[in-house]
């Protein structure tokens, strides 16, 4: 749950992998070398297939009522039809996969589910609660780390969204 004490902070670091592949960063900060995992559906989550597109990633468990609650809220929100934008939710206790596909009847289908097993990327980001939401440009950098959920988070995440394609189009 939130601390309302402590405002969320933008911060940029980066992130890696899970599954049997395990990618790092060279130094805080530095650019996301490679995410994989497996998602819900047996496909496969590659980070850099996304490239050029902001990416969220929400880690979650299933017996987190805030984790549900923000990622019901996502899958309503106008975010999901950005196109320069891809959600996926990172589930850090994928073990119970009745669990799980309880969850992906409440908003998977508009959000990928991705399986973190026994946590490893969770653990290399320091990611020790949920949910926190990661937001990573479409170079691989993470730009903003949110812990918790309340009325603003998905506030949060829109505008750290806009500030990102800004930063895009005066590139551009």
Known sequence: MRNRGLAPALVVISILSSAATVCCRDREGGAVQDI??????????????HRGKTVVMVFWSVHCVPC???????????LMNDQSLKIVSVC????????????????????????????TLASRLGIKTEPVTLIVDGKGT???????????????IAKAVVVIAQRRSTRS
Do not use: C, N, W
């Open 36 to 49: 994989r995992l497996e998602a819900l559906d047996g496909s496969r989550f590659y980070l850099g297939d």
């Open 68 to 78: 549900h609650r923000q990622l019901v809220a996502m899958s309503k929100h106008s």
């Open 92 to 119: 850090v206790d994928p073990e119970d996969r009745a669990l799980v596909e309880q969850g992906a009847k409440m908003f998977g289908e508009r959000i990928p589910i991705l399986l973190d097993h026994d946590r």
């Open 142 to 156: 993470e730009i903003s780390r949110l812990v918790g959920y309340d009325d603003t988070t998905l506030s949060q």
